[in-house]
T-cell receptor
Framework: GAVVSQHPSWVICKSGTSVKIECRSL??????MFWYRQFPKQSLMLMAT?????????EQGVEKDKFLINHASLTLSTLTVTSAHPEDSSFYIC???????????FGPGTRLTVT | GQNIDQPTEMTATEGAIVQINCTYQ??????LFWYQQHAGEAPTFLSY????GLEEKGRFSSFLSRSKGYSYLLLKELQMKDSASYLC?????????FGAGTTVTVRA
């Protein structure tokens, strides 16, 4: 139980284009989903917290107009990186919280490379 | 603000014991997690401490002292597959703040 999937697992895109990453909780309903970014040999940095049906809460320094988050249902959240630049190349990881306890279940991550 | 410190790297021999320390100073505290992360993969849950004391789960144990802002993860009977990064994460203000991770290398 408590499986979270992400799609795609890796993506290469050209600078200036937009990329959408999906995060799904497969066997539970996620009241809250989190989006993290991890640069090589660094820890996970929280980008934003999203609750179903409401606007995401972004961490300081994260541009909400660049990283669009949509939490349309209790099992799906999407992160769209708009006008991607090479410095956006990173490992993006989502996690989901079921609300029955405070453990977060992590997706397998999406490696984004912007050329 | 959140300040979570853990050593950058540790090396140990197969079959040995390694202790990874984590100290934290955070604006809120609801509990402390330890995660294991292999390169290029997402973190996997190892342990959760909310009360002071030791939590044992097989070869892995985790200790918490809230008054000292200190935790450690103890890995016993090390195996080669335990080579990974170990992340200390503090839960507070409805979110997790991660330390930079400790890369453990297990040698034969």
């Amino acid at each position: 139980g408590a499986v979270v999937s992400q799609h795609p697992s890796w993506v290469i895109c050209k600078s200036g284009t937009s990329v959408k990453i999906e995060c799904r909780s497969l066997d539970f309903q996620a009241t809250t989903m989190f989006w993290y970014r991890q640069f090589p040999k660094q820890s996970l940095m929280l980008m934003a917290t999203s609750n179903e049906g409401s606007k995401a809460t972004y961490e300081q320094g994260v541009e909400k107009d660049k990283f669009l988050i949509n939490h349309a249902s209790l099992t799906l959240s999407t992160l769209t990186v708009t006008s991607a630049h090479p410095e956006d190349s990173s490992f993006y990881i989502c996690s989901a919280e079921s609300g029955r306890g405070n453990e977060q279940y992590f997706g397998p991550g999406t490696r984004l490379t912007v050329t | 603000g959140q300040n979570i410190d853990q050593p950058t790297e540790m090396t140990a021999t197969e079959g040995a014991i390694v202790q990874i320390n984590c100290t934290y100073q955070t604006s809120g505290f609801n509990g402390l997690f330890w995660y294991q992360q292999h390169a290029g993969e997402a973190p996997t849950f190892l342990s959760y401490n909310v009360l002071d004391g030791l939590e044992e789960k097989g070869r892995f144990s985790s200790f918490l002292s809230r008054s000292k802002g200190y935790s450690y993860l103890l890995l016993k009977e090390l195996q080669m597959k335990d080579s990974a990064s170990y992340l200390c994460a503090v839960e507070g203000d409805y979110k997790l703040s991660f330390g930079a991770g400790t890369t453990v290398t297990v040698r034969a």
